[in-house]
């Protein structure tokens, strides 16, 4: 069963941290390009981070580029995701996603594989 589970999410006050990851089960991420998509409340889901499957090519979004960092363990079969120096404009659920065809940034048409997706809240 192909399964894809993120975990690390939760409320954290403006200008913290937090480190979300991404375990696949079911099919092999390093021949994958891997990327981060948010949801925003009242926005459209959009991408937010892409590294391809060499880890040698990375995409951000302007509104994330410097704060947040993607990196894959393919020993582990997982991807993650730091987020640093939070907003309140980071709200959002957050979901991982998995292409096996393209490049970076993936497109959301291009995913293969989805995770169900886990919220981030930035508040104080």
């Known amino acids: 069963q192909l399964q894809f589970v993120e975990s690390g999410g939760g409320l954290v006050q403006p200008g913290g941290s937090l480190s979300l990851s991404c375990a696949a089960s079911?099919?092999?991420?390093?021949?994958?390009?891997v990327a981060w998509f948010r949801r925003a409340p009242g926005k459209e889901r959009e991408e937010i981070s892409c590294?391809?499957?060499?880890?040698?090519?990375?995409y951000y979004a302007d509104s994330v580029k410097g704060r947040f960092t993607i990196s894959r363990d393919n020993a582990n079969n997982m991807i993650n995701l730091r987020v640093d120096n939070l907003k309140p404009e980071d709200t959002g659920v957050y979901y991982c996603?998995?292409?096996?065809?393209?490049?970076?940034?993936?497109?959301?048409?291009?995913?293969?594989?989805w995770g169900k997706g886990i919220l981030v809240t930035v508040s104080s």
């Open positions: 590294l391809d499957s060499s880890a040698s090519n990375t």
């Open positions: 079911g099919f092999t991420l390093k021949n994958y390009v």
């Open positions: 996603a998995a292409d096996l065809r393209g490049a970076c940034p993936a497109g959301y048409y291009n995913i293969d594989h």
